[in-house]
């Protein structure tokens, strides 16, 4: 998994990600809107020079609001998904992995496990099987799953799970 994409593409797939991560519980926190504002700035000179000027925007007064409506977040996942696209099959497996990075820091960003998130995120690792190269894939499902059903891990437990299983992806 070595492969490259661009700065731009990264930085789409890892704001994609975390939308997923920061959205999935419907709450958004103070910390969430931290993080969106953090990679605004951390990308602003990447993506500057892209026609990003209603994305922007909609971060802008995401993060002032302290909502994120569904027009909202429809619109970034889609303008991430057209500008941050993968090209062929052979890349999906990097981006998704990008954004499963992005899923999982979105998650962590509020520092509680909901279980609507780990829900969330158990259901988009199933509807990306090619993810099952990735050497971890099997072990979250389990730890999600347990976790849903009440077995074996805490919240606690499962947050530092992800917490680690985050720093591990891509490396």
Same mark, same amino acid.
């Given at each position: 998994m070595k492969k490259e994409i661009s700065e731009?593409? #990264? !930085?789409?797939?890892?704001?994609e990600g975390l939308l997923y991560g920061i959205s999935a519980d419907g709450i958004i926190s103070d910390k #969430?809107? !931290?993080?969106?504002?953090?990679w605004k700035k951390q990308?602003?000179?990447t993506?500057?020079?892209h026609p990003v000027g209603d994305l922007f925007s909609i971060i802008d007064s995401t993060t002032e609001g302290r909502i994120l409506l569904e027009h909202e977040r429809e619109f970034i996942e889609q303008f991430c998904q057209q500008y941050g696209a993968c090209e062929d099959e052979d890349d999906q497996v990097l981006c998704d992995s990008i954004r499963l990075k992005g899923y999982i820091e979105g998650i962590l960003m509020d520092k509680k496990?909901?279980?609507a #998130?780990?829900?969330?995120l158990r259901t988009w690792l199933m509807e990306r099987p090619h993810l099952k190269t990735l050497s971890v894939?099997?072990?979250?499902?389990?730890n999600l799953e347990n976790f849903i059903q009440g077995r074996?891990?805490?919240? #606690?437990e499962l947050f530092y799970y992800l917490k680690e299983i985050e720093k591990e992806i891509l490396n």
């Open positions: 731009l593409t #990264e !930085a789409l797939l890892t704001l #969430e809107l !931290a993080k969106l504002k953090n990308h602003f000179d993506i500057r020079h496990i909901y279980e #998130e780990i829900r969330s894939y099997s072990e979250i499902l389990d074996q891990i805490s919240s #606690e």
